[in-house]
């Protein structure tokens, strides 16, 4: 007997314990989010994983401060060393100011020309600005016409070649007779510089598209326009942006040549008006201020080129950034 029984107690029944019933859990979950049931929130616990994500963002952005440093201290070191020896060599011995000035009296110089040095940059970054583009233009409407005909290419290719064997400064006085002593010569001038390296790049590239695409297209029944568009000038941004490259690097120098003819306001004059006064370090600043505008205008194509090119593998320079 048990001991219940003893006590003249009824004996319980045992409890039931039912087995696990498969799919149970997944019924309790379709339950719950059918509304029978509140869902709690769910408890997130992010502090090893926040933790480890802050950690990382950190050593990235060490990474990219040493790659910085890694890039502009050592030129930025050369630069210095170069203007500390020029000075001492200056102190030294003592050139007149008229054939070598010294980096100070260059600095001077720079804040005596402050307040007319603008409006001549400006002058200068317009006919810059607009020449390249027109060059950009016509050497795009060139290499096109060179890719698409053949007869195009025998014969106009060879005139680019010949074009470039003509200094820039004996056309000058021509253009200034045709056009005017306004801005239109100047433009000119940049354009012309400009128009043959974009003009070759692009014709590169047009024609260096890849054949098996341009196959593949024309059995879908493209039409030699849709193929251009499709497949030619898209493989071709690539080698357009390097040619305008090459074209804005000397853009501010051929504006500057074109000034050097006739005008009246440009970085060109400045540099005659200075060099005819013996103020080589007014010349000095022009120079700077010429190497500036150039490398910023070169930055600015090396930027647009990576945003008009997403599909391109980055290089080893921009992935250590």
């Given at each position: 007997m048990t001991r219940a029984e003893t006590r003249g107690e009824t004996p319980r029944a045992p409890r039931a314990t039912s087995a696990p019933v498969p799919g149970a859990p997944l019924v309790a979950a379709q339950d719950r989010l059918a509304g029978s049931e509140p869902v709690a929130p769910p408890v997130v616990r992010g502090t090893v994983a926040g933790g480890t994500v802050v950690r990382a963002r950190r050593s990235a952005?060490?990474?990219?401060?040493?790659?910085?440093?890694?890039?502009?201290?050592?030129?930025?070191?050369l630069l210095a060393a170069s203007i500390g020896a020029w000075?001492?060599?200056?102190?030294?011995?003592?050139?007149p100011a008229y054939v070598l000035p010294s980096p100070g009296r260059?600095?001077?110089?720079?804040?005596?020309?402050a307040p007319g040095l603008p409006a001549h940059t400006a002058t200068t970054l317009v006919e810059a600005v607009v020449g390249t583009a027109a060059?950009?233009?016509?050497?795009?409407?060139?290499?096109?016409?060179?890719?698409?005909?053949?007869?195009?290419?025998?014969?106009?290719?060879p005139l680019l070649v010949a074009s470039q064997t003509v200094p820039m400064i004996v056309l000058a006085p021509l253009l200034v007779l045709w056009f005017g002593l306004g801005l239109t010569p100047k433009i000119v001038v940049v354009a012309l510089i400009g128009f043959f390296p974009v003009a070759v790049s692009t014709a590169g590239g047009l024609a260096g598209a890849d054949p098996d695409l341009v196959?593949?297209?024309?059995?879908?029944?493209?039409?030699?326009?849709?193929?251009?568009?499709?497949?030619?000038?898209?493989?071709a941004i690539p080698a357009f942006f390097a040619g305008l490259k090459i074209a804005t690097a000397y853009a501010v120098a051929g504006a500057v040549v074109g000034e050097?003819?006739?005008?009246?306001?440009?970085?060109?004059?400045?540099?005659?008006?200075?060099?005819?006064?013996?103020?080589?370090?007014?010349?000095?600043?022009?120079?700077?201020?010429?190497?500036?505008?150039?490398?910023?205008?070169?930055?600015?194509?090396?930027?647009?080129?990576?945003?008009?090119t997403p599909w391109l593998p980055p290089t080893t320079k921009e992935r250590s950034r």
């Open positions: 952005g060490r990474h990219r401060a040493r790659a910085l440093l890694a890039r502009w201290v050592p030129p930025l070191l000075e001492l060599w200056v102190i030294v011995r003592r050139p260059i600095a001077a110089a720079a804040v005596d020309a060059g950009a233009l016509a050497g795009v409407a060139v290499a096109v016409l060179i890719a698409s005909v053949p007869l195009a290419r025998r014969t106009v290719e196959d593949l297209v024309r059995s879908m029944g493209a039409r030699p326009g849709q193929v251009l568009r499709v497949v030619r000038l898209p493989a050097y003819v006739a005008g009246d306001r440009g970085l060109g004059i400045f540099i005659t008006r200075s060099s005819n006064s013996f103020r080589v370090d007014r010349v000095f600043v022009a120079v700077i201020v010429i190497a500036a505008l150039s490398a910023l205008l070169y930055g600015l194509v090396g930027v647009a080129a990576r945003r008009a």
